[in-house]
């Protein structure tokens, strides 16, 4: 079970990426998927959540109408759009199965292995 992020890069502020997130071994359409993102020398922070269907999602406070979260399980690929970005969502971008279905927030202590992380650099 192995999951991957792809598509960070360097951007200026006020730009946009969009990440992506695939398995290997497994199909995506089961799991609640969670991205988090950890940026030097700071705590891993949770960014948002899909529940299996795509029909709810969740962010945190700071990136709420900025990011948005989506599946497409007929390509068992989980996104991360990401507009008007911030110096300060400069990080390493991760996505992880949720074991709490993404019905109670984004909860760190309920995340799956993580696999391969994506760097994500906002310049001013």
């Known amino acids: 079970v192995q999951l991957q992020a792809f598509g960070g890069g360097l951007v200026q502020a006020g730009g946009s990426l969009r990440l992506s997130c695939s398995a290997s071994g497994f199909t995506l359409e089961y799991y609640a998927i969670a991205w988090i993102r950890q940026a030097p020398g700071k705590e891993r922070e949770g960014v948002s959540c899909i529940g299996r269907t795509g029909s709810h999602s969740d962010y945190t406070d700071s990136t709420k109408g900025r990011f948005t979260i989506s599946r497409n399980n007929a390509k068992n690929t989980v996104y991360l759009q990401m507009d008007s970005l911030k110096p300060e969502d400069t990080a390493v971008y991760y996505c992880?199965?949720?074991?709490?279905?993404?019905?109670?927030?984004?909860?760190?202590?309920?995340?799956?292995?993580w696999g391969q992380g994506t760097l994500v650099t906002v310049s001013s």
């Open positions: 992880a199965t949720d074991l709490s279905g993404c019905n109670y927030g984004i909860r760190l202590d309920q995340l799956g292995p």
